[in-house]
Nanobody, 124 residues
Framework: QVQLVESGGGLVQAGGSLRLSCAAS????????MGWFRQAPGKAREFVSV????????YYADSVKGRFTISRDNAKNTVYLQMNSLKPEDTAVYYC?????????????????WGQGTQVTVSS
């Protein structure tokens, strides 16, 4: 059974940086795509970024493009989300997700496995 464990969230001032990690286990991830989503209070879950595990191809939501970078470490089975120039509107619970397949998609229902989430709070 695939398990995803996020870490790295916290409280940061606007303009600051955080790096989220997602440790994956229980699967063979070479044929997976890994996504990051976020959900702010009272709002729907929102796509942030996705990476194809093998080729490293990436895709970003417009709201984070140029500020966030997704990457992966194959040896550690870990996906990262480096978040720079954070804004108060980035405040949310951030979730890591995994799906079997090579299509880069931002549709949450396409993902089979989810982590428990990590809170990111950006103060103004």
């Amino acid at each position: 059974q695939v398990q995803l464990v996020e870490s790295g969230g916290g409280l940061v001032q606007a303009g600051g940086s955080l790096r989220l990690s997602c440790a994956a286990s229980g699967g063979t991830f070479s044929s997976y795509t890994m996504g990051w989503f976020r959900q702010a209070p009272g709002k729907a879950r929102e796509f942030v970024s996705v990476i194809r595990w093998t080729a490293g191809s990436t895709y970003y939501a417009d709201s984070v493009k140029g500020r966030f970078t997704i990457s992966r470490d194959n040896a550690k089975n870990t996906v990262y989300l480096q978040m720079n120039s954070l804004k108060p509107e980035d405040t949310a619970v951030y979730y890591c997700a995994a799906r079997s397949g090579m299509v880069l998609t931002g549709t949450a229902s396409s993902y089979d496995y989810w982590g428990q989430g990590t809170q990111v709070t950006v103060s103004s």
